[in-house]
Nanobody
Framework: QVQLVESGGGLVQAGGSLRLSCEAS????????MGWFRQAPGKEREFVAS????????YYADSVKGRFAISRDNAKNTVSLQMNTLKPEDTAEYYC??????????????????WGQGTQVTVSS
């Protein structure tokens, strides 16, 4: 059974940092591109970052470039998102997702086939 389980969310002040983790099971993580998305109340789910199967290629949304860093450890079946210099507008539910295929920039939710349940990040001003 495929599972993606996010953790590491919480409440943080603006300017602070959080590290999200996504633990994968039920499939071969090293064969999949992995992504992080987020969804704020009343808004559509949006792309945050993605990483190629071996971790060589990464993509970021312009809104987080230079502040967030995606990484993966296939041996530990985990994908992480280091979030620095957080802003109130980063407040959202954050989701981990997986997709097969080439290591291209794919930002649509429809491109990803496996999803986690999400972890809440709240940034206070």
């Amino acid at each position: 059974q495929v599972q993606l389980v996010e953790s590491g969310g919480g409440l943080v002040q603006a300017g602070g940092s959080l590290r999200l983790s996504c633990e994968a099971s039920g499939f071969t993580l090293s064969s999949y591109n992995m992504g992080w998305f987020r969804q704020a109340p009343g808004k559509e789910r949006e792309f945050v970052a993605s990483i190629s199967p071996l971790g060589v290629i990464t993509y970021y949304a312009d809104s987080v470039k230079g502040r967030f860093a995606i990484s993966r450890d296939n041996a530990k079946n985990t994908v992480s998102l280091q979030m620095n210099t957080l802003k109130p507008e980063d407040t959202a539910e954050y989701y981990c997702a997986a997709r097969g295929g080439r290591s291209e920039r794919k930002t649509s939710t429809s491109d990803y086939i496996y999803w986690g349940q999400g972890t809440q990040v709240t940034v206070s001003s």
